[in-house]
Protein backbone atom coordinates (compact mmCIF):
# COMPACT_ATOMS: atom_id res chain seq x y z
CA UNK A 1 0.00 0.00 0.00
CA UNK A 2 1.51 3.76 -0.53
CA UNK A 3 2.31 5.67 1.68
CA UNK A 4 -0.31 8.47 0.77
CA UNK A 5 -3.24 5.55 1.47
CA UNK A 6 -1.62 4.87 4.63
CA UNK A 7 -1.82 8.28 5.83
CA UNK A 8 -5.46 8.44 4.56
CA UNK A 9 -6.27 5.11 6.34
CA UNK A 10 -4.59 6.52 9.85
CA UNK A 11 -6.53 10.05 9.43
CA UNK A 12 -9.46 8.22 8.63
CA UNK A 13 -9.06 5.67 11.86
CA UNK A 14 -8.32 8.72 14.20
CA UNK A 15 -11.46 10.88 13.40
CA UNK A 16 -13.47 8.02 13.96
CA UNK A 17 -11.77 7.74 17.07
CA UNK A 18 -12.50 10.96 18.25
CA UNK A 19 -16.21 10.29 17.14
CA UNK A 20 -16.66 7.02 19.00
CA UNK A 21 -14.87 8.70 22.34
CA UNK A 22 -17.59 11.68 21.64
CA UNK A 23 -20.41 9.26 21.39
CA UNK A 24 -19.46 7.17 24.20
CA UNK A 25 -18.92 10.34 26.58
CA UNK A 26 -22.47 11.38 25.32
CA UNK A 27 -24.29 8.41 26.22
CA UNK A 28 -22.47 8.30 29.64
CA UNK A 29 -23.55 11.72 30.13
CA UNK A 30 -26.94 10.99 29.52
CA UNK A 31 -27.14 8.02 31.76
CA UNK A 32 -25.81 9.62 34.78
CA UNK A 33 -28.57 12.33 34.20
CA UNK A 34 -31.39 10.28 33.54
CA UNK A 35 -30.47 7.98 36.53
CA UNK A 36 -30.40 11.52 38.83
CA UNK A 37 -33.91 12.48 36.91
CA UNK A 38 -35.45 9.29 37.72
CA UNK A 39 -38.86 9.43 39.18
CA UNK A 40 -40.62 6.62 41.78
CA UNK A 41 -43.85 6.39 42.54
CA UNK A 42 -43.68 4.53 46.42
CA UNK A 43 -45.78 6.87 47.37
CA UNK A 44 -48.44 6.04 45.51
CA UNK A 45 -48.14 2.43 45.38
CA UNK A 46 -48.28 2.85 49.00
CA UNK A 47 -51.45 4.62 48.93
CA UNK A 48 -52.78 2.22 45.96
CA UNK A 49 -51.84 -0.54 48.07
CA UNK A 50 -53.98 1.23 50.90
CA UNK A 51 -57.25 0.80 48.77
CA UNK A 52 -56.89 -3.18 49.16
CA UNK A 53 -55.93 -3.00 52.56
CA UNK A 54 -59.40 -1.01 53.15
CA UNK A 55 -61.83 -2.98 50.27
CA UNK A 56 -60.66 -6.17 49.05
CA UNK A 57 -61.09 -5.33 45.38
CA UNK A 58 -59.04 -8.55 44.37
CA UNK A 59 -62.41 -10.38 44.38
CA UNK A 60 -64.39 -8.35 41.94
CA UNK A 61 -64.88 -10.23 38.85
CA UNK A 62 -63.59 -7.42 36.13
CA UNK A 63 -61.19 -8.83 33.47
CA UNK A 64 -58.92 -6.25 34.68
CA UNK A 65 -58.51 -8.10 38.20
CA UNK A 66 -59.37 -11.62 37.06
CA UNK A 67 -58.36 -13.48 33.57
CA UNK A 68 -61.53 -13.37 31.39
CA UNK A 69 -59.14 -14.14 28.34
CA UNK A 70 -56.47 -17.11 26.88
CA UNK A 71 -55.06 -14.52 25.14
CA UNK A 72 -51.19 -13.85 26.17
CA UNK A 73 -50.60 -10.28 25.81
CA UNK A 74 -46.97 -9.61 25.59
CA UNK A 75 -45.49 -6.20 25.50
CA UNK A 76 -41.88 -6.11 23.93
CA UNK A 77 -39.79 -2.38 24.60
CA UNK A 78 -37.28 -2.32 21.83
CA UNK A 79 -34.63 0.44 21.50
CA UNK A 80 -34.95 2.44 17.97
CA UNK A 81 -30.97 3.74 18.98
CA UNK A 82 -27.67 2.15 17.15
CA UNK A 83 -24.64 1.09 18.99
CA UNK A 84 -26.57 -1.36 21.70
CA UNK A 85 -25.04 -4.63 20.96
CA UNK A 86 -27.23 -7.35 21.23
CA UNK A 87 -29.66 -5.98 23.58
CA UNK A 88 -32.93 -5.49 21.16
CA UNK A 89 -32.47 -9.22 20.43
CA UNK A 90 -32.35 -10.07 24.24
CA UNK A 91 -35.62 -8.81 24.68
CA UNK A 92 -37.35 -10.13 21.79
CA UNK A 93 -35.90 -13.62 22.84
CA UNK A 94 -37.12 -13.00 26.39
CA UNK A 95 -40.97 -12.21 24.95
CA UNK A 96 -41.19 -15.51 22.85
CA UNK A 97 -39.77 -17.31 25.87
CA UNK A 98 -42.25 -16.07 27.74
CA UNK A 99 -44.64 -17.18 25.15
CA UNK A 100 -44.34 -20.48 24.90
CA UNK A 101 -47.07 -22.81 25.59
CA UNK A 102 -49.11 -20.70 23.88
CA UNK A 103 -50.26 -21.16 19.81
CA UNK A 104 -49.55 -18.04 17.76
CA UNK A 105 -53.30 -17.78 17.54
CA UNK A 106 -53.29 -17.14 21.22
CA UNK A 107 -50.73 -14.50 21.56
CA UNK A 108 -50.70 -10.90 21.25
CA UNK A 109 -47.71 -8.76 20.59
CA UNK A 110 -47.34 -5.18 21.40
CA UNK A 111 -44.09 -4.21 20.42
CA UNK A 112 -42.68 -0.83 20.89
CA UNK A 113 -39.65 0.48 19.01
CA UNK A 114 -39.25 0.97 15.13
CA UNK A 115 -36.17 -2.24 15.22
CA UNK A 116 -38.54 -4.50 17.12
CA UNK A 117 -41.51 -3.99 14.84
CA UNK A 118 -39.20 -4.89 11.79
CA UNK A 119 -37.88 -7.62 13.28
CA UNK A 120 -41.35 -9.32 13.95
CA UNK A 121 -42.27 -8.15 10.43
CA UNK A 122 -39.36 -9.91 8.83
CA UNK A 123 -40.91 -12.84 11.18
CA UNK A 124 -43.89 -12.41 9.76
CA UNK A 125 -45.76 -12.14 12.95
CA UNK A 126 -48.76 -10.15 13.70
CA UNK A 127 -48.20 -6.58 16.40
CA UNK A 128 -49.47 -3.93 17.24
CA UNK A 129 -46.46 -1.05 16.35
CA UNK A 130 -46.24 1.68 18.67
CA UNK A 131 -43.38 4.65 17.94
CA UNK A 132 -40.13 4.11 19.80
CA UNK A 133 -39.42 6.15 23.47
CA UNK A 134 -38.63 9.48 23.45
CA UNK A 135 -37.44 11.01 26.54
CA UNK A 136 -38.85 13.60 26.13
CA UNK A 137 -42.65 12.48 26.12
CA UNK A 138 -42.71 9.27 28.07
CA UNK A 139 -45.63 9.99 30.27
CA UNK A 140 -47.99 11.11 27.09
CA UNK A 141 -46.38 7.42 25.30
CA UNK A 142 -47.16 5.56 29.02
CA UNK A 143 -50.69 7.34 28.85
CA UNK A 144 -50.96 5.90 25.11
CA UNK A 145 -50.09 1.95 25.53
CA UNK A 146 -51.95 2.19 28.67
CA UNK A 147 -54.88 2.86 27.15
CA UNK A 148 -54.93 0.48 24.57
CA UNK A 149 -53.91 -2.46 27.13
CA UNK A 150 -56.62 -1.43 29.17
CA UNK A 151 -59.08 -1.23 26.51
CA UNK A 152 -57.89 -5.18 25.07
CA UNK A 153 -58.52 -6.31 28.21
CA UNK A 154 -61.75 -4.98 28.85
CA UNK A 155 -62.56 -6.09 25.47
CA UNK A 156 -61.73 -9.75 26.12
CA UNK A 157 -58.47 -10.07 23.47
CA UNK A 158 -55.80 -9.96 25.95
CA UNK A 159 -56.16 -11.89 29.07
CA UNK A 160 -52.85 -11.64 30.78
CA UNK A 161 -50.57 -9.46 29.73
CA UNK A 162 -46.96 -9.62 30.13
CA UNK A 163 -43.50 -7.07 29.52
CA UNK A 164 -40.14 -7.42 28.14
CA UNK A 165 -37.99 -5.09 28.28
CA UNK A 166 -33.99 -4.07 29.59
CA UNK A 167 -32.62 -2.65 33.02
CA UNK A 168 -29.82 -1.30 33.38
CA UNK A 169 -28.50 -2.76 36.91
CA UNK A 170 -25.49 -0.23 36.51
CA UNK A 171 -23.65 1.51 34.19
CA UNK A 172 -21.59 -1.36 32.89
CA UNK A 173 -24.48 -4.29 33.29
CA UNK A 174 -27.54 -4.51 31.81
CA UNK A 175 -30.50 -7.25 32.33
CA UNK A 176 -33.44 -8.07 30.52
CA UNK A 177 -36.68 -8.49 32.79
CA UNK A 178 -40.38 -9.76 32.17
CA UNK A 179 -42.70 -8.69 34.61
CA UNK A 180 -46.49 -8.91 34.64
CA UNK A 181 -48.34 -6.24 34.24
CA UNK A 182 -52.16 -7.02 33.90
CA UNK A 183 -54.20 -8.54 35.49
CA UNK A 184 -53.89 -7.25 39.34
CA UNK A 185 -54.76 -10.08 41.62
CA UNK A 186 -51.35 -11.34 40.69
CA UNK A 187 -49.59 -8.15 41.91
CA UNK A 188 -51.86 -8.32 45.08
CA UNK A 189 -52.21 -11.83 46.17
CA UNK A 190 -52.90 -12.03 49.62
CA UNK A 191 -50.80 -14.91 49.96
CA UNK A 192 -47.86 -15.93 51.39
CA UNK A 193 -46.06 -16.68 48.38
CA UNK A 194 -46.50 -12.98 47.32
CA UNK A 195 -43.02 -11.94 46.38
CA UNK A 196 -43.66 -8.81 44.48
CA UNK A 197 -42.86 -5.25 45.95
CA UNK A 198 -46.48 -4.71 45.77
CA UNK A 199 -48.01 -7.73 47.52
CA UNK A 200 -45.20 -6.67 50.09
CA UNK A 201 -47.01 -2.95 50.47
CA UNK A 202 -50.63 -5.14 50.37
CA UNK A 203 -49.41 -8.20 53.07
CA UNK A 204 -49.16 -8.32 56.49
CA UNK A 205 -51.93 -5.79 57.66
CA UNK A 206 -54.43 -7.12 56.90
CA UNK A 207 -58.05 -5.14 56.55
CA UNK A 208 -58.14 -1.55 57.61
CA UNK A 209 -62.22 -1.95 57.63
CA UNK A 210 -64.87 -4.56 57.31
CA UNK A 211 -66.67 -3.81 54.08
CA UNK A 212 -70.20 -3.28 55.65
CA UNK A 213 -68.18 0.06 57.39
CA UNK A 214 -66.46 1.46 54.33
CA UNK A 215 -69.22 3.75 52.08
CA UNK A 216 -68.31 3.26 48.73
CA UNK A 217 -69.96 5.91 46.05
CA UNK A 218 -68.18 4.28 43.34
CA UNK A 219 -68.97 1.19 41.69
CA UNK A 220 -66.16 -2.08 42.63
CA UNK A 221 -65.73 -1.58 38.53
CA UNK A 222 -65.38 1.57 38.22
CA UNK A 223 -62.52 1.91 40.95
CA UNK A 224 -61.15 -1.18 39.74
CA UNK A 225 -60.38 0.27 36.12
CA UNK A 226 -59.72 3.96 37.62
CA UNK A 227 -56.63 2.05 39.71
CA UNK A 228 -55.81 -0.22 37.13
CA UNK A 229 -55.28 1.96 34.66
CA UNK A 230 -53.29 4.33 36.94
CA UNK A 231 -51.39 1.91 37.86
CA UNK A 232 -50.19 0.29 34.51
CA UNK A 233 -49.71 4.19 33.80
CA UNK A 234 -46.96 4.29 36.56
CA UNK A 235 -45.36 0.63 35.86
CA UNK A 236 -44.98 1.65 32.15
CA UNK A 237 -43.24 5.18 32.85
CA UNK A 238 -40.95 3.26 35.59
CA UNK A 239 -40.43 0.46 32.96
CA UNK A 240 -39.72 3.27 30.21
CA UNK A 241 -37.09 4.87 32.41
CA UNK A 242 -35.21 1.71 33.13
CA UNK A 243 -35.40 1.06 29.48
CA UNK A 244 -33.83 4.53 28.26
CA UNK A 245 -31.29 4.09 30.89
CA UNK A 246 -30.23 0.17 29.94
CA UNK A 247 -30.47 1.66 26.40
CA UNK A 248 -27.52 4.79 27.88
CA UNK A 249 -25.85 2.33 29.81
CA UNK A 250 -25.48 -0.57 26.77
CA UNK A 251 -24.42 2.06 24.29
CA UNK A 252 -21.43 3.21 26.44
CA UNK A 253 -20.46 0.01 27.04
CA UNK A 254 -20.70 -1.08 23.38
CA UNK A 255 -18.60 2.09 21.92
CA UNK A 256 -15.95 1.31 24.79
CA UNK A 257 -15.69 -1.72 23.47
CA UNK A 258 -15.66 -0.40 19.64
CA UNK A 259 -13.36 2.07 21.09
CA UNK A 260 -10.47 -0.20 22.33
CA UNK A 261 -10.48 -2.04 19.08
CA UNK A 262 -10.39 0.83 17.02
CA UNK A 263 -7.04 2.08 19.51
CA UNK A 264 -5.37 -1.07 18.13
CA UNK A 265 -6.32 -0.35 14.41
CA UNK A 266 -5.08 3.28 14.93
CA UNK A 267 -1.71 2.36 16.34
CA UNK A 268 -1.23 -0.31 13.62
CA UNK A 269 -1.90 2.17 10.72
CA UNK A 270 0.28 4.54 12.62
CA UNK A 271 3.24 1.75 12.79
CA UNK A 272 2.47 1.53 9.29
CA UNK A 273 3.06 4.99 8.18
CA UNK A 274 6.36 4.99 10.24
CA UNK A 275 7.34 2.20 8.92
CA UNK A 276 6.52 3.29 5.32
CA UNK A 277 7.91 6.64 5.93
CA UNK A 278 11.43 4.84 6.50
CA UNK A 279 11.04 2.81 4.16
CA UNK A 280 11.26 5.27 1.85
CA UNK A 281 13.54 7.54 3.63
CA UNK A 282 15.98 4.72 3.62
CA UNK A 283 15.55 3.68 0.00
CA UNK A 284 16.31 7.71 -0.78
CA UNK A 285 19.27 7.49 0.99
CA UNK A 286 20.19 4.11 -0.76
CA UNK A 287 19.74 6.04 -3.89
CA UNK A 288 21.71 8.78 -2.90
CA UNK A 289 24.36 7.21 -1.50
CA UNK A 290 24.22 4.49 -5.08
CA UNK A 291 24.11 7.83 -7.57
CA UNK A 292 26.72 9.54 -5.62
CA UNK A 293 28.65 6.22 -5.76
CA UNK A 294 28.33 6.41 -9.43
CA UNK A 295 29.28 9.65 -9.89
CA UNK A 296 32.94 9.13 -7.97
CA UNK A 297 33.27 6.65 -10.22
CA UNK A 298 32.71 8.35 -13.25
CA UNK A 299 35.16 11.03 -12.37
CA UNK A 300 37.50 8.37 -11.49
CA UNK A 301 37.11 6.89 -14.78
CA UNK A 302 37.63 10.36 -16.75
CA UNK A 303 40.63 11.39 -14.16
CA UNK A 304 42.36 7.76 -15.01
CA UNK A 305 41.47 8.22 -18.59
CA UNK A 306 42.87 12.09 -18.34
CA UNK A 307 46.45 10.79 -16.79
CA UNK A 308 46.84 7.53 -19.23
CA UNK A 309 45.95 10.39 -22.21
CA UNK A 310 48.58 12.88 -20.58
CA UNK A 311 51.08 9.69 -20.07
CA UNK A 312 50.84 8.97 -23.77
CA UNK A 313 51.23 12.02 -24.77
CA UNK A 314 54.60 12.74 -23.00
CA UNK A 315 55.82 8.78 -24.07
CA UNK A 316 55.01 10.43 -28.08
CA UNK A 317 57.22 13.72 -26.99
CA UNK A 318 59.68 11.93 -25.94
CA UNK A 319 59.92 10.01 -28.93
Known sequence: MQLNELRKE??????LLALI????NVAGAQYHMLEKQKERFDMFMDAFAGFFKVVNLVEVDNPLVRVSSDVLGVVVVTSDSGFMGGLNQGVMRRAHAAAEGYDEDHISYVVIGDKGCGSFSDQGRKFKAFRGIDQDTIYEQSLEIK????????????????????????FTAQEVRSIS?????????????ADSA??????????????TKVI??????????????????????????????AEFSARAMHLEGSLQKLEKTFKKSQHAVFKAVHEQIDKSMRECHSA????????????????????????????
Open 10 to 15: MLFNKD
Open 21 to 24: DTLK
Open 147 to 170: EYLVQEVLAGRMGKVILAYPCALS
Open 181 to 193: LLPCDELFERDEA
Open 198 to 211: EAARANGEGMLADA
Open 216 to 245: IESSFNDIVEYLSGVWVTSKLYEVFEDSKL
Open 292 to 319: KMLKDKKKRKKKIARRNAAADLAALQAA
